[in-house]
């Protein structure tokens, strides 16, 4: 065991904002949509849904 091999990642976590309902979400998150270029993060599938059903109501 080599202990040189050890190594604790950096946990920084960038928080977006769910444009549907205003959360804080993890930029990690497997629910996001991208529109003109940007990446929208979201809480649940609901709010992805919500938002795919009209981005461009909430991309402004
Ligand atoms: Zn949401």
Avoid: W
């Amino acid at each position: 065991m080599n202990r040189d091999n050890i190594f604790i990642a950096s946990q920084f976590i960038t928080m977006a904002t769910d444009v549907i309902c205003g959360m804080k979400v993890k930029e990690s998150t497997d629910l996001k949509s991208e529109f003109q270029g940007k990446t929208f993060y979201f809480c649940s599938s609901h709010c992805k849904a919500d938002f795919d059903k009209n981005p461009f109501k909430y991309s402004r």
